[in-house]
């Protein structure tokens, strides 16, 4: 009977030893007395990211301050363009200077939006240039000689090149039947997507 009441004594002993050493084990690791090597790891994998998070959020915020300086300095520019005019060391080269123009007729009615832009007609009156003959090969300003982007095509990407090629052949006497008499100096207006990337070139042969 005495043998029969120890053994369950013993069993309790060992189980409250047990639980209380397991209970030091948990303190020592809240307390980061006892280090865990697979939980440390993801704690600097961690660190890690929250690190390359700030070094990327840091560089964002730079590239736009960049931009912003950009965007001022611009805004800049435009209004002392806007209140002084070309600058005195700019040669000024108006549209009457232009022998022919190789222009971006990705639509009939691009074209005459272009006529307007570059000034050759009032806006609104786009048609008036080509009813009136003055786009003609001998009109009064030569439009894509060339027959333009319709005639052509219009591989994207490409079309810029091409027409700066075309202007090219013009200029050393080289385009053939659609050669413009004369011609010593050309504009290239190209128009990328909703008319929101135009780009205008003046192009002229070289000197000797």
């Known amino acids: 009977m005495t043998a029969t009441r120890t053994e369950p004594a013993r069993s ?20 980061g007395g006892i280090r865990d090597p697979e939980r440390e790891g ?4 961690v660190e890690r990211a929250q ?8 560089d964002a915020r730079r590239a736009q301050e960049e931009a912003r300086r950009a965007q001022e300095e611009a805004r800049r520019e435009r209004e002392r363009a806007s209140r002084d005019g070309p600058s005195s060391s700019t040669p000024r080269i108006d549209l009457d200077d232009l022998d022919f123009v190789e222009t971006h007729d990705c639509f009939t009615i691009a074209e005459l939006i272009e ?9 609104g009156q786009g ?5 009136e003959g003055w786009t003609q090969k001998d009109g009064r300003l030569p439009v894509n000689p060339s027959g333009g982007l319709k005639a052509k095509g219009h591989p ?6 091409s027409m700066h090629a075309l202007c090219a052949m013009q200029l050393t006497g080289t385009a053939g039947d659609m050669q413009v008499k004369d011609a010593r100096l050309g504009g290239l207006f190209n128009m990328g997507g909703a008319a929101v990337a135009n780009y205008v070139s003046i192009l002229e042969p070289l000197r000797a």
């Open 127 to 131: 048609a008036r240039a080509a009813l």
């Open 51 to 58: 690190e390359e998070a700030r070094r990327a959020q840091e």
């Open 12 to 31: 309790e002993t060992a189980a409250r030893r047990a639980a209380a050493a397991r209970h030091e084990v948990l303190v020592e690791l809240v307390r």
């Open 156 to 161: 994207i990407g490409a079309t810029g090149v």
């Open 42 to 45: 993801g704690e600097r994998a």
């Open 115 to 123: 006529y307007e832009a570059m000034g050759l007609v009032p806006r």
